[in-house]
């Protein structure tokens, strides 16, 4: 379990490096932030984005890695994955309706880039998800056995919409560059590898990094909460012995 | 294992459809091939990368997923293994020779974007994990418990590099259609979305599709090929006890 510690913590401080280049970045080169329709209300797609489906997404899915919560209630850890995905959900709003936002007051279209689609695909799965966790595994909705037989799908859909994410932000951050660094723009123009474009490149790598050990976390077998369902799944056999 | 045949032949046939839509997309809208160091050379580039790192990649890591794998003798299927990989090694090979030399003729400066920095990584790393794996698993240069140790590494970069590779041809087709799709270039701008760009978009949607299936298929426990090392590692035992 040092391991997972030393990996626990390296995912924690990654986080926090993303989010902070990537408001470096925008606040540096690309304006800073306002919500006023302009390219400063932009800034704030990429930054909800990253916190909220990679950074936050990626801490919410490690939430049953950690081995202080495969002891005692449930409830709580419960609460918080649904806590941090709520609020990665409630930022992707928010980064949707700072870019299309600015698009409209720009005459700019929404939704044809091959990253806006991908992008919009990870975020309804996701929401999507959000709410299929809720209804299984915190309102007493449906029965046990359909929680259990849903909890393999959930984390496997988990892990394939931050894969998504991923994918998304790394082709809006080339995408984002493409489109900036233009001589025409009064900045160098990206083959000439400015310094924002060798921060921005940066970012995306490391956003990649982040990622990768966020799902290789994730698919450990010995460091996935013992599962409860065996010794519950006894528990009517042991009774029959006992009544026997 | 009725499920594993049924997703293992739409895997198959996503990968043939990956493949014959980029070759279909860069024959129709992108002037086809040929070996000139002009646009219809750079037309390999996606080619030989979604068939390599993408298509041949995804069936390689799937061949010990194969229950006809686990049966007899090992080597056929490391061999098939290679051989797979291989391939995929040598078109990502030939996909950088074409994309170098078109921006060299062009004069357009190699490797700055996003896209390029990660395609790169994606590629150096897969050398790495190629020749690695052939001096663990193939050539008998190491000792057997340094293979075994080094197995599941093995595994889990493979999967990590195949994500880079996604995420990747993503950002890659994004980064195409940008610049290919002006006004000033006789065609639509990509944003009032032509056929090529609808047509090139899917593209990237369903090799999302292929890769999230692979990686799922990869990461089934009850898919993966029981353990001999189990078994190896009691010989020594057996043989004390046979001895005493």
């Known amino acids: 379990m040092r391991l997972f510690s030393l990996l626990y913590l390296l995912v924690i401080l990654l986080g926090i490096l993303c989010v902070f280049l990537t408001v470096f970045w925008v606040q540096q080169w690309r304006g800073g932030f306002a919500w006023d329709e302009s390219g400063m209300m932009f800034n ?6 990253v916190t909220g489906l990679v950074v936050l997404y990626g801490n919410a ?14 409830l709580p850890w419960k609460l918080l994955h649904a806590g941090l995905t709520l609020a ?3 930022l992707s709003v928010v980064g949707l309706v700072a870019v299309f936002a600015f698009h409209n007051k720009q005459q700019i279209r929404n939704l044809y880039s091959l990253h806006s689609w991908l992008g919009l695909t990870a975020v309804l799965l996701f929401s999507f998800q959000w709410m299929s966790g809720l209804c299984a595994f915190l309102l ?10 849903y ?16 994918a998304s932000a790394i082709a809006g951050i080339n995408e984002k560059l493409i489109f900036s660094l233009k ?21 995306g790598l490391l956003i990649g990094v982040f990622g990768l050990l ?5 698919s450990r ?8 369902h065996i010794s519950e799944a006894r528990q009517p056999l042991l009774e029959e012995e006992d009544g026997g």
């Open 88 to 90: 990665a959900f409630i």
């Open 44 to 49: 704030w797609h990429p930054v909800c984005m």
């Open 140 to 149: 007493p909705l449906l029965p046990a056995w359909f929680s259990s037989a």
């Open 61 to 74: 899915a490690l939430v049953y890695r950690l081995p202080l919560s495969w002891v005692g209630q449930k």
């Open 151 to 166: 909890k393999p799908i959930h984390m496997s859909f988990g892990s394939a919409i931050f894969i998504l994410s991923l």
């Open 183 to 203: 001589p025409s723009n009064n900045t160098a123009g990206y083959s000439s590898l400015p310094p924002e474009a060798l921060f921005a490149n940066s970012l």
């Open 221 to 228: 077998p010995s460091w996935q909460r013992p599962d409860r």
């Open 214 to 218: 966020v799902l290789w976390m994730l």
